[in-house]
């Protein structure tokens, strides 16, 4: 059986509603990263990065979370676009996983975590200012599309949906009402049976609540780090 890495951030939180959505069966094995459980020797076998989502499909290791949306649509031909628009996937695709995504992760760090130092003020304006960017090509190209790619709820869709229902915590309590088209999209999404159960596996487990010293240091080794 498909085994699972994850936890409840949107990363993983996207690879499940696939895995529910599609009804393939999975073994969820979670992975606290606020106890280090990423750095394992174990886990670094799955993936070198450190970092959840990732699987084991019966020996076929995928790590990050788009390529496994990919991996998994193509593997079981559910949730992938039509052939004739699949430069559109992949430019969608590439563009959460490389811009929407990094650049939210960043934006809660900054906003949330970071300590506040002479530094703090540019890098949280920096990817506050990104993450907003990245929100508005994404809103209004949901102005003119009910769906990121074709006419049909794909895994461009679940990508989207993985941070953008986070975007009150990324962006401000504001954000939602500034994307209409966005929160939209979150909406309808988010009001389906497998996105409540995708949300709710990490309720299955214990996961570390405290943000306290040991949870920053597996979390933020950067914190302790000296840079020559």
Do not use: C
Not at 18 to 39: C, H, M, T, Y
Not at 91 to 111: C, D, E, R
Request: proline share 6%; hydrophobic share 40%.
């Amino acid at each position: 059986m498909l085994k699972f890495y994850f936890n409840g951030s949107p990363n993983p939180t996207k690879v499940a509603l696939f895995l529910e959505e599609s009804g393939l069966p999975f073994d969820p094995v979670a992975i606290d990263p606020r106890k280090g459980e990423q750095f394992t020797p174990e886990f670094l076998k799955i993936n070198p990065n450190g970092k959840v989502p990732a699987i084991d499909d019966n020996g076929t290791i995928v790590f990050d979370s788009n390529a496994i949306l990919l991996y998994l649509a193509e593997k079981t031909g559910k949730f992938l676009p039509a052939a004739n628009v699949r430069g559109q996937t992949l430019s969608w695709l590439m563009f959460i996983a490389t811009g929407l995504g990094p650049y939210s992760g960043q934006a809660v760090h900054f906003k949330h975590f970071a300590p506040k130092d002479q530094n703090h003020d540019y890098a949280h304006a920096r990817y506050q200012f990104e993450g907003h960017r990245h929100y508005q090509i994404l809103d209004d190209h949901l102005a003119k599309n009910r769906y990121m790619v074709g006419d049909a709820y794909s895994i461009v869709d679940m990508a989207l949906w993985g941070w953008a229902r986070m975007a009150a915590f990324v962006l401000g309590e504001d954000a939602p009402s500034k994307y209409p088209n966005v929160k939209r999209l979150v909406d309808e999404i988010s009001a389906r049976p497998a996105a409540a159960r995708a949300i709710g596996l990490k309720d299955k487990f214990t996961f570390k609540a405290e943000m306290d010293d040991e949870a920053r240091g597996n979390m933020f080794k950067h914190m302790k780090t000296k840079v020559a």
